[in-house]
């Protein structure tokens, strides 16, 4: 529907006027590059020189180098030269104390966020790191020999430094606002690791980002058991504590060191794991529903192990049943490690698979749309 004269006046006034330009530099760049031109033109006029020599006296004029005269000068190139001078001094003097200017309110600092910004917009698939400190230092250098994208959230100016030394992106702001993890791409990333040195910190971001993004894989660092119910109860999918995984490891060195060695082998070698998910509707797993793993023939086709199977909490019939190797409970998935080729595949599990990139690239694709999407894990 048109608007009539007084209805446009209207919907323009509840748009309040910007006090601050938006590009502040440009009109005295603008003034500099019309006293220029203006005195390459008045030369031309006046003295029908070509436009390098035109130029030439206006370069030797404005900033007052004074190498001489092209020519001998006539009155009316006098007059010009004048205009250049003065016009020149104004004109320079504004645009320094302009450049100055935005340099003290942090013009260009804001410029050079705002571009980072944009450009975080388009990380897809990547993991942020809230916190880095000692425990956010090793899992940045993990995750990148893994080669996937990271983003470090981080306010200490200090780690933010150390961060960027490393080589990783840093967003410096507070990872507990829910502005932040909307800046740092939560609804693109395939998992966010709370790790601040604070508790409460690291609840505030499991709650924004909960809220957020649902499906969003949440990661979280806890010094306490009371901390990591709390932590679970605000949504974290996984808690860890450094001292008890720290204990974990050393008692482990100490009764099954090959085993430990193997895993730290494992991470610095090609060898991936990677977690696949089967979508929850029967029809999109189609003739893979119901097969086992060894009618599949995943390790012939693919070259990739399927290290474990857990099941959804739906799948399991009673309340204590024994499948394989491990009880199961009800309330809670079932896990089978190291599934034999009786193993069937159903709705909503979760593979655990062990290969190099291009193994678990054919595994996906050989699965195809029976897997759950990363954007649909993410809704």
């Not at 809230?130 to 306010?155: F, H, K, P, T």
């Not at 966010?192 to 910190?201: D, E």
């Not at 979508?279 to 086709?301: F, I, K, M, V, W």
Request: glycine share 8%.
């Amino acid at each position: 529907m048109a608007l009539t004269p007084l209805g446009w006046l209207r919907r323009r006034r509840r748009r309040p006027p910007s006090t601050r330009s938006r590009h502040p530099w440009l009109r005295p760049l603008l003034a500099l590059v019309l006293v220029v031109n203006l005195s390459a033109i008045g030369y031309r006029l006046t003295e029908g020189w070509d436009w390098g020599d035109c130029y030439w006296m206006v370069a030797i004029t404005i900033p007052t180098i004074g190498y001489g005269e092209v020519e001998p000068l006539s009155p009316a190139g006098r007059l010009v030269t004048v205009f250049s001078v003065i016009g020149g001094l104004v004109v320079l003097q504004q645009t320094v104390q302009s450049l100055l200017g935005l340099s003290e309110s942090g013009y260009f600092v804001r410029l050079r966020q705002r571009r980072f910004i944009n450009w975080v917009h388009t990380m897809n698939d990547h993991v942020i790191l809230c916190g880095y400190g000692r425990i956010g230092r090793e899992i940045g250098d993990q995750i990148s020999r893994e080669g996937v994208d990271l983003l470090v959230v981080e306010m200490d100016p200090e780690r933010k430094e150390a961060a960027e030394e490393a080589g990783l992106p840093v967003l410096m702001a507070d990872a507990t606002l829910d502005e932040t993890l909307l800046e740092a791409g939560i609804h693109q990333c395939r998992s966010l690791v709370a790790a601040l040195p604070s508790n409460a910190a690291n609840l505030y971001v499991v709650l924004s980002a909960r809220g957020l993004a649902p499906r969003c894989r949440l990661i979280a660092r806890s010094d306490s058991d009371e901390a990591s119910r709390k932590l679970r109860l605000a949504g974290a999918d996984q808690v860890v504590s450094p001292y008890v995984a720290g204990g974990r490891t050393m008692a482990a060195t100490a009764l099954r060191p090959l085993s430990v060695t193997f895993m730290e082998l494992l991470a610095g070698s090609d060898c991936e794991v990677e977690e696949f998910r089967l979508s929850d509707d029967p029809q999109r797993l189609g003739d893979l529903n119901g097969r086992t793993l060894q009618a599949l023939e995943l390790r012939r086709r693919t070259g990739a192990l399927v290290l474990a199977i857990r099941n959804p909490e739906h799948a399991l019939a009673s309340p204590y049943s024994y499948r394989g190797s491990t009880y199961s409970n009800q309330g809670e998935p079932e896990l089978i490690a190291n599934p034999g080729g009786s193993v069937t595949l159903a709705p909503g599990q979760l593979l655990v698979v062990m290969g190099s990139k291009e193994q678990l690239s054919a595994f996906g694709e050989l699965l195809g749309p029976a897997l759950v999407s990363i954007d649909a894990m993410r809704e």
